[in-house]
């Protein structure tokens, strides 16, 4: 049974980096999508960013020059780094597992984390 | 980037309803289309993907169509569990947006 979990600081000062991490327990690390997708309190859900079955990372071009998405394969974990937050950051953020169909594209995420709260304030 | 729209917002239906929820997309995604459940305080769950492929586990009542830029998730007939919210996603190119979101409450 797979399962994500994430960890990290929960409350921020503005400028301050969000750093979380995200571990993948019972399956392979490799073929798969590794997501991270936020969710603003009572708002709708934002994809940040991915690293992919190549090992090529993506982000929302919203975020791009402020998200970095790293994996260590070697503890089966992924992990975010958010710099200079703002309230603006505040949301639940889940890590995600997405599956590839034969052509190499992504086709949905079928396994998540429970989500991880963060606020931002001063 | 490609957008997702989805409509309605917010819908009010019975218990035993049949529920179509549409989304559009910006551009062609060809069938890369994918659904979301998502109850308060939970992680979204993966209900159907690549338009219509059923996830494994999910009930039978829950079915998509479409291609291109216009889809549909179905329920046939409304169970109180159904009540939540539904994301559409595009996998055709990154980034893979999210739709707004539609609201399915009790009437």
């Known amino acids: 049974q797979v399962q994500l979990q994430e960890w990290g600081a929960g409350l921020l000062k503005p400028s301050e980096t969000l750093s979380l991490t995200c571990a993948v327990y019972g399956g392979s690390f490799s073929g798969y999508y590794w997501s991270w997708i936020r969710q603003p309190p009572g708002k709708g859900l934002e994809w940040i960013g991915e690293?992919?079955?190549?090992?090529?990372?993506n982000y929302n071009p919203s975020l791009k020059s402020r998200v970095t998405i790293s994996v260590d394969t070697s503890k089966n974990q992924f992990s975010l780094r958010l710099k200079s937050v703002t309230a603006a950051d505040t949301a639940v953020y889940y890590c995600?597992?997405?599956?590839?169909?034969?052509?190499?594209?992504?086709?949905?995420?079928?396994?998540w984390g429970q989500g991880a709260l963060v606020t931002v304030s001063s | 980037d490609i957008q997702m729209t989805q409509s309605p917002s917010s819908l009010s239906a019975s218990v035993g309803d049949r529920v179509t929820i549409t989304c559009r997309a910006s551009?062609?995604?060809?069938?890369?289309l994918n659904w979301y459940q998502q109850k308060p305080g939970k992680a979204p769950k993966l209900l159907i993907y690549t338009t219509s492929s059923l996830q494994s586990g999910v009930p039978s009542r829950f079915s998509g169509s479409g291609s291109g830029t216009d889809f549909t998730l179905t329920i046939s007939s409304l169970q109180p569990e159904d009540f939540a919210t539904y994301y559409c996603q595009h996998s055709y190119s990154a980034p893979p947006n999210f739709g707004q979101g539609t609201k399915l409450e009790i009437k």
């Open positions: 690293m992919n079955h190549r090992g090529s990372t």
């Open positions: 995600a597992r997405g599956d590839v169909d034969a052509l190499g594209f992504y086709v949905g995420s079928g396994y």
């Open positions: 551009q062609s995604i060809r069938n890369y």
